[in-house]
């Protein structure tokens, strides 16, 4: 029997690379995706152990004194000097910070070359040396002063690089951070030193009530030294620190659904395979039975190309996925952050999702389709008859044309095939919908953001400032968490305390009851809420809960926002009536840097929506390569197949003596009404099952996707499924040529 197998594979070469390419996709794909995703995640907390990451920062106008260093140990504080030299002008359009080399905290992670110990010698942020076209080896000029990059480094504080943390986005070309020897160092001129001191707390155990209680300890010791703190931030508001971590795995949920879709398509195609295999080896299959062969030879001997085909899938998949595609989805994160060196780890969940999982599938449908199908008797195989039903007459047509009546025949005869066909159809469309859709979905959220912001300028405040500009708004914006059920976490609402009379937000109905809120109409889709609902806010910075009730829905879409009039709010926080922290204007406003936290313009808001989307944007790209690739190879294997099984009445006919192209109008023109109905009809289902899957993804991360695809997706899915469908045609076209007369008398029953 095992004789058979070359012949099998030669002779249904089509399906099995067809199948070959959709199992390597899926464990190429996934492997390497979910390897990267995990090694990044398990590179970055490694990183921030052995790099000793601080827990946070202060920038004083002078060094502080052994007696204050003594004060903070014996509050469990070790800080730790990081001074650094700031460089506004680099290369004509950037910036730099140099700091000294590092011994305790933040240490410096190599890319390349080795740490500066030389005077004369610097290591450079890798992500801002290649922005910048900046090699090891190159001399650079700073402040006049020549350089030799003798290493790219990556810091832990700088994950990001946010110059300034008042900043929206970070800017890898525009700013970077470098690394000299302490002799370098101690040459600059002491006017120009940043005296920064990183710290750590060395209890681990503390709450986040009492590290902050700590942190408020750690300003009074500073304040009561005489030291003149121009800032002092801690880690969790640090945004070089906590952007990354936020964004890290945020296109996992994606192409874990692209997975899934096709763990879905392997499934399909392998249960449509092993009917149609099981059909026509129906005689030979009959004659094995008949000459003594057990149940169990047979069905081992049928499930020897599924088993050949997924090993070798598993292993060139696995192998492509951790060397060719590896670099790729490196790009996503290494393109955007400043993180060490990845340490790549062998990921046990992709193993299992992309590999274990769809060879199962395999082998257990192929097992159950010939398991179920052998207890017929040997006389049935040999008869070709595998129907457990007596055939029912065949319908009496009404009075059309031969050949309609030939094709509506065609049609009736093979309509389980075309069902299949029509699934298969459904399935392969929504893979490429789903490809085609995410880049216009993302692109209108940016959009609707940028619809919704009512203002040009926003000014978060440290404390409170008068302004003379009399068209600029007070408010009061706040952060609270709300519990998500389908995503099973905690996720962070954005409040909005605005004025009596607002002008910016006067569209908005806020309600005058006490402890009733408005909500943006993505938070309500969002947590699936409605007016009248009841929803619990926590803060965890001050250990309280809020318990609010939804009094109206609004049309705002740009973020997962709840609006309340300012004084409610400073009522609900338990603030001093009166309190706001921020300003909006469409006016610039001139407030001085030492009242400013962050000034933020509708560009950055907008830009910031751009950069989070980014995350997306590789993944997107993939997607949409193979989603084509895999919804020809679908289509081709489905219509091959349904060429197939007509192949005996194709060579009646062609002894009836209707020529090639003849036949082709008969049996083709029948698959073509098929595909180009169901090519329409699935749009609207297709769209449906995409709304569900965006709520499967919002479930895994804090925002909120709307639903969104403009026509030119729809009208683009149905005409390369057209397209598609007529290429293959031609192959087709080929294979009814070469179906011989003989084939009608070999098969005489």
Same mark, same amino acid.
């Given at each position: 029997?095992? &004789?058979? !197998?070359?012949?099998?594979?030669?002779?249904?070469?089509?399906?099995?690379?067809?199948?070959?390419?959709?199992?390597?996709?899926?464990?190429?794909?996934?492997?390497?995706?979910?390897?990267?995703?995990?090694?990044? /995640?398990?590179?970055?907390?490694?990183?921030?152990?052995?790099?000793?990451?601080?827990?946070?920062? +202060?920038?004083?106008?002078?060094?502080? *004194?052994?007696?204050?260093?003594?004060?903070?140990?014996?509050?469990?504080?070790?800080?730790?000097?990081?001074?650094? !030299?700031?460089?506004?002008?680099?290369?004509?359009?950037?910036?730099?910070?140099?700091?000294?080399?590092?011994?305790?905290?933040?240490?410096?992670?190599? +890319?390349?070359?080795?740490?500066?110990?030389?005077?004369?010698?610097?290591?450079?942020?890798?992500? %801002?040396?290649?922005?910048?076209?900046?090699? /090891?080896?190159?001399?650079?000029?700073?402040?006049?002063?020549?350089?030799?990059?003798?290493?790219?480094?990556?810091?832990?504080?700088?994950?990001?690089?946010?110059?300034?943390?008042?900043?929206?986005?970070?800017? =890898?070309?525009?700013?970077?951070?470098?690394?000299?020897?302490?002799?370098?160092?101690?040459?600059?001129?002491?006017?120009?030193?940043?005296?920064?001191?990183?710290?750590? #707390?060395?209890?681990?155990?503390?709450?986040?009530?009492?590290?902050?209680?700590?942190?408020?300890?750690?300003?009074?010791?500073?304040?009561?030294?005489?030291?003149? @703190?121009?800032?002092?931030?801690?880690?969790?508001?640090?945004?070089?620190?906590?952007?990354?971590?936020?964004?890290?795995?945020?296109?996992?949920?994606?192409?874990?659904? +692209?997975?899934?879709?096709?763990?879905?398509?392997?499934?399909?195609?392998?249960?449509?395979?092993?009917?149609?295999?099981?059909?026509?080896?129906?005689? @030979?299959?009959?004659?094995?039975?008949?000459?003594?062969?057990?149940?169990?030879? @047979?069905?081992?001997?049928?499930?020897?190309?599924? @088993?050949?085909?997924?090993?070798?899938?598993?292993?060139?998949?696995?192998?492509?996925?951790?060397?060719?595609?590896?670099?790729?989805?490196?790009?996503?994160?290494?393109?955007?952050?400043?993180?060490?060196?990845?340490?790549?780890?062998?990921?046990?969940?992709?193993?299992?999702?992309?590999?274990?999982?769809?060879?199962?599938?395999?082998?257990?449908?192929?097992?159950?389709?010939?398991?179920?199908?052998?207890?017929?008797?040997?006389?049935?195989?040999?008869?070709?008859?595998?129907?457990?039903?007596?055939?029912? &007459?065949?319908?009496?047509?009404?009075?059309?044309?031969?050949?309609?009546?030939?094709?509506?025949?065609?049609?009736?005869?093979?309509?389980?095939?075309?069902?299949?066909?029509? #699934?298969?159809? %459904?399935?392969?469309?929504?893979?490429?919908?789903?490809?085609?859709?995410?880049?216009?979905?993302?692109?209108?959220? /940016?959009?609707?953001?940028?619809?919704?912001?009512?203002?040009?300028?926003?000014?978060?405040?440290?404390?409170?400032?008068?302004?003379?500009?009399?068209?600029?708004?007070?408010?009061?914006?706040?952060?609270?968490?709300?519990? +998500?059920?389908?995503?099973?976490?905690?996720?962070?609402?954005?409040?909005?305390?605005?004025?009596?009379?607002?002008?910016?937000?006067?569209?908005?109905?806020?309600?005058?009851? &006490?402890?009733?809120? *408005? #909500?943006?109409?993505?938070?309500?889709?969002?947590?699936?809420?409605?007016?009248?609902?009841?929803?619990?806010?926590?803060?965890?910075?001050?250990?309280?809960?809020?318990?609010?009730?939804?009094?109206?829905?609004?049309?705002?879409?740009?973020?997962?926002?709840?609006?309340?009039?300012?004084?409610?709010?400073?009522?609900?926080?338990?603030?001093?009536?009166?309190?706001?922290?921020?300003?909006?204007?469409?006016?610039? !406003?001139?407030?001085?840097?030492?009242?400013?936290?962050?000034?933020?313009?509708?560009?950055?808001?907008?830009?910031?929506?751009?950069?989070?989307?980014?995350?997306?944007?590789?993944?997107?790209?993939?997607?949409?390569?193979?989603? /084509?690739?895999?919804?020809?190879?679908?289509?081709?294997?489905? =219509?091959?197949?349904?060429?197939?099984?007509?192949?005996?009445?194709?060579?009646?006919?062609?002894?009836?003596?209707?020529?090639?192209?003849?036949?082709?109008?008969?049996?083709?023109?029948?698959? =073509?009404?098929?595909?180009?109905?169901?090519?329409?009809?699935?749009?609207?289902?297709?769209?449906?099952?995409?709304?569900?899957?965006?709520?499967?993804?919002?479930?895994?991360?804090?925002?909120?996707?709307?639903?969104?695809?403009?026509?030119?997706?729809?009208?683009?899915?149905?005409?390369?499924?057209?397209?598609?469908?007529?290429?293959?045609?031609?192959?087709?076209?080929?294979?009814?040529?070469?179906?011989?007369?003989?084939?009608?008398? &070999?098969?005489?029953?």
């Amino acid at each position: 029997l095992n &004789k058979r !197998l070359p012949r099998e594979f030669k002779k249904n070469a089509g399906k099995y690379i067809g199948i070959f390419f959709i199992l390597i996709t899926t464990i190429m794909v996934g492997s390497s995706f979910m390897a990267v995703m995990d090694s990044a /995640v398990h590179t970055l907390e490694v990183n921030d152990e052995e790099c000793r990451i601080e827990d946070g920062y +202060f920038e004083v106008a002078e060094p502080i *004194t052994d007696d204050v260093h003594k004060k903070l140990e014996d509050v469990n504080v070790k800080a730790v000097q990081n001074y650094y !030299l700031a460089v506004n002008e680099f290369d004509k359009d950037a910036s730099l910070s140099i700091f000294s080399e590092r011994k305790e905290l933040n240490l410096a992670s190599v +890319f390349e070359g080795e740490l500066p110990d030389e005077a004369g010698e610097i290591g450079i942020d890798r992500l %801002f040396a290649r922005n910048r076209k900046i090699k /090891v080896g190159d001399v650079i000029d700073i402040n006049g002063d020549a350089y030799k990059v003798t290493a790219t480094i990556a810091v832990p504080d700088y994950n990001c690089l946010y110059k300034n943390n008042q900043d929206l986005l970070p800017n =890898t070309s525009g700013f970077g951070v470098c690394i000299v020897s302490e002799e370098d160092f101690n040459k600059y001129d002491t006017d120009q030193i940043i005296y920064r001191y990183s710290y750590v #707390i060395e209890d681990e155990n503390l709450s986040e009530a009492e590290e902050k209680q700590l942190v408020e300890d750690m300003q009074k010791i500073l304040v009561k030294s005489g030291a003149n @703190i121009s800032t002092f931030l801690t880690a969790e508001r640090n945004q070089a620190i906590t952007f990354l971590r936020e964004d890290i795995g945020k296109d996992g949920p994606v192409m874990k659904v +692209f997975i899934y879709i096709l763990i879905i398509i392997i499934a399909f195609v392998f249960a449509i395979l092993t009917s149609n295999n099981i059909e026509s080896e129906a005689a @030979i299959i009959g004659t094995l039975r008949a000459s003594g062969y057990k149940k169990s030879e @047979i069905i081992w001997h049928y499930l020897s190309p599924t @088993i050949i085909i997924a090993i070798i899938s598993s292993v060139v998949g696995n192998a492509l996925g951790y060397t060719v595609m590896i670099k790729p989805f490196e790009e996503l994160y290494y393109g955007t952050y400043s993180i060490a060196p990845l340490e790549l780890r062998f990921n046990v969940e992709a193993f299992v999702t992309t590999t274990i999982l769809p060879v199962v599938i395999m082998i257990i449908i192929n097992w159950w389709m010939l398991y179920s199908k052998l207890s017929l008797a040997p006389l049935k195989f040999l008869r070709k008859d595998l129907r457990k039903n007596k055939q029912k &007459k065949a319908r009496k047509l009404p009075d059309f044309k031969f050949l309609t009546r030939f094709r509506i025949r065609v049609l009736l005869q093979n309509k389980i095939s075309y069902l299949i066909l029509f #699934i298969g159809i %459904f399935i392969s469309s929504f893979l490429l919908m789903f490809g085609m859709g995410l880049d216009p979905l993302i692109d209108n959220y /940016v959009d609707e953001i940028d619809d919704s912001l009512t203002y040009e300028y926003q000014y978060i405040l440290k404390s409170p400032v008068e302004v003379e500009n009399k068209q600029a708004e007070k408010v009061l914006s706040y952060s609270l968490k709300t519990w +998500f059920d389908l995503g099973e976490m905690d996720m962070s609402v954005s409040f909005m305390g605005v004025s009596e009379d607002t002008k910016f937000f006067d569209e908005i109905p806020i309600s005058d009851n &006490k402890n009733e809120i *408005t #909500i943006s109409k993505p938070l309500a889709e969002k947590l699936n809420l409605d007016i009248g609902d009841e929803l619990v806010f926590k803060d965890d910075y001050y250990n309280k809960e809020y318990k609010l009730k939804v009094g109206q829905i609004c049309e705002y879409k740009g973020s997962l926002t709840a609006f309340v009039k300012r004084d409610e709010l400073n009522r609900i926080l338990g603030n001093p009536q009166g309190t706001y922290n921020s300003y909006i204007s469409n006016e610039k !406003l001139e407030i001085e840097e030492e009242y400013l936290a962050k000034y933020v313009t509708r560009a950055d808001m907008v830009g910031a929506a751009k950069e989070l989307m980014k995350s997306f944007e590789g993944v997107m790209q993939i997607i949409n390569i193979f989603s /084509v690739v895999i919804y020809m190879i679908l289509m081709y294997i489905l =219509t091959k197949t349904v060429i197939e099984k007509n192949a005996i009445p194709i060579s009646y006919m062609k002894v009836f003596g209707y020529n090639n192209k003849e036949i082709g109008k008969l049996y083709l023109n029948a698959t =073509t009404i098929v595909v180009c109905a169901s090519l329409f009809i699935c749009i609207p289902v297709e769209a449906l099952c995409f709304k569900y899957i965006l709520v499967y993804i919002g479930s895994m991360i804090e925002g909120h996707i709307p639903f969104y695809l403009p026509a030119w997706v729809y009208i683009g899915i149905i005409l390369i499924g057209i397209v598609a469908y007529f290429a293959i045609n031609t192959l087709h076209i080929k294979k009814i040529n070469k179906i011989s007369m003989s084939e009608a008398l &070999k098969n005489r029953e």
